[in-house]
């Protein structure tokens, strides 16, 4: 039996704790929320309506992609693929392609940003292992002009962080979505939490401050996973309407 992604791979490991996912995904609404794209999204209306709900759904066709055989993954990428193409045909425009590889960028910043954040620093060949992953859903995809290797994607990272975030309405209205929706304590969970993971750049544009509350309670959560106190603390501080969700994105690896 192949998988997509080896059963061994680090990026099993980094996809299967819940606390990186919340993570990965804190920090992707930080930074897509300035993606000169972002326009996109608010095509269907379907983000602001549901920006938690979106979050779950893109979790759920990650997992399915880095958990799954060969082929199954492949349908999965192939399916995300058709979506996407519809809403083009209905909007009589095309998604560019430095749209989809900015998405592919952001789940290998934030695979590595936020399992070193949670758990201790990556190799060099790990670090290599994530980037060849999702660069491998990006062929399937058919994006041209992907890097090669790592150290291209370094490059070509740093030229999206310049080139293709700025501050915009739907910067502004997409943050305000998140607070009505994850309540005012949430969302200052959310937000300290974004600040620890996200780059420079991304914390420059969104005017984040340079201490992180979380930062001081950070060793104190660890300790909890250790003796299995972590999902105490998740318990108190999720929305109810997606706890059993959250818990089974934990997968022993």
Do not use: C
Not at 35 to 46: E, I, M, P, Q, S
């Amino acid at each position: 039996m192949e998988y997509f992604v080896e059963e061994k791979s680090i990026v099993r490991k980094i996809w299967g704790k819940s606390d990186n996912i919340l993570f990965i995904f804190g920090g992707a609404a930080a930074e897509f929320a300035l993606n000169k794209a972002v326009d996109w999204l608010y095509f269907t209306g379907r983000l602001p309506a549901d920006p938690i709900g979106r979050l779950f759904s893109t979790v759920a066709y990650a997992r399915q992609i880095v958990f799954s055989e060969k082929d199954r993954a492949f349908a999965a990428i192939d399916k995300m693929r058709s979506i996407h193409s519809a809403v083009e045909e209905n909007r009589g425009a095309q998604i560019p392609d430095w749209a989809y590889r900015d998405v592919l960028f952001m789940l290998i910043h934030y695979s590595i940003s936020s399992f070193e954040l949670l758990e201790r620093k990556l190799t060099r060949s790990e670090k290599e292992e994530v980037f060849f992953v999702f660069n491998d859903v990006g062929k399937r995809m058919g994006l041209k002009e992907l890097p090669q290797n790592y150290d291209a994607w370094l490059i070509a990272r740093e030229q999206h962080l310049q080139n293709d975030l700025q501050k915009t309405k739907y910067t502004d209205d997409l943050f305000l979505q998140y607070k009505k929706h994850l309540g005012v304590t949430r969302y200052f969970l959310l937000e300290q939490a974004q600040m620890l993971v996200v780059p420079k750049r991304v914390s420059d544009l969104l005017s984040f401050g340079k201490i992180s509350a979380i930062s001081f309670i950070l060793p104190v959560y660890k300790l909890s996973n250790k003796i299995k106190l972590g999902w105490f603390f998740k318990s108190i501080i999720l929305p109810n309407k997606y706890k059993s969700q959250i818990r089974d994105l934990d997968v022993v690896v």
